[in-house]
């Protein structure tokens, strides 16, 4: 069964700085890895999506890296704003499956 | 474009009642998804449609959980008779195919106090 553990649960930095979200996953035969946003009381947004075949995808300040091999994902937000204070969620899809498997999420707080 | 639409927004409940929550899809969208969220954990998928059609429901508790989409476009989820760890948001979204590198597009979801 496949599990999705992210880590840090919370995080907490001043207003510029570049930071790192971590995402590993237990089993490496995955077709996609997605990251999403989550603000409160309002649903998900899909920030990137990574195919199994790639390694990098960016979308303006964000940028996601996946090692399939080692079960590791990186979503690294520069030049931080209060702006991008959400919840974020990694979740992978299985081979031959088309369930989304989620982690619980980093919530960052990026102070002004 | 207008996205997905749920209503309720948030519905209290007593245990052994009765609830059923609505979702929309985005126009045009022919897969559907169901999804439990409680407090602090990531949603979990209780079912997926394609159209008219359940494709995964493995997850779907079935001795309460009941959900149709009868024309392939709107659909209802209910629960008879609601349990207190049914307390969550239950949030729908829909892709345009059955397609894994196809987005899916979330509502806001419907938050269930069970008391």
């Known amino acids: 069964k496949q599990e999705v553990t992210q880590i840090p649960a919370a995080l907490s930095v001043p207003e510029g700085e570049n930071l790192v979200l971590n995402c590993s996953f237990t089993d490496s035969a995955i077709y996609n890895l997605q990251w999403f946003r989550q603000d409160p009381g309002k649903g998900l947004t899909s920030l990137l999506l990574i195919q199994s075949s790639q390694r990098e995808q960016t979308s303006g300040r964000l940028n996601a890296s996946l090692d399939k091999s080692s079960g590791r994902s990186t979503l690294y937000i520069a030049a931080s704003q209060p702006g991008d204070s959400a919840t974020y969620l990694c979740?992978?899809?299985?081979?031959?499956?088309?369930?989304?498997?989620f982690g619980k999420g980093t919530k960052l707080s990026v102070i002004p | 474009e207008a996205g997905v639409a749920q209503s309720p927004r948030y519905k209290i409940i007593e245990k052994r009642q009765s609830v059923a929550f609505w979702c929309n899809p985005i126009?045009?969208?022919?897969?559907l998804y169901w999804y439990q969220q409680i407090l602090g954990q990531g949603p979990k998928l209780l079912i997926q449609f394609q159209n008219n059609g359940v494709v995964d429901d493995s997850q779907l508790p079935k001795d309460r959980f009941s959900a149709e989409r009868l024309k392939g476009v709107d659909s209802t989820l209910k629960i008879q008779p609601a349990k207190l760890e049914d307390s969550a948001v239950y949030l729908c979204?829909?892709?345009?195919?059955?397609?894994?590198?196809?987005?899916?597009?979330f509502g806001p979801g419907t938050r269930l106090t069970v008391l």
């Open positions: 126009s045009g969208h022919a897969t």
């Open positions: 979740a992978v899809s299985g081979a031959g499956s088309y369930q989304l498997t």
């Open positions: 979204a829909s892709s345009q195919e059955l397609d894994l590198a196809d987005t899916q597009y």
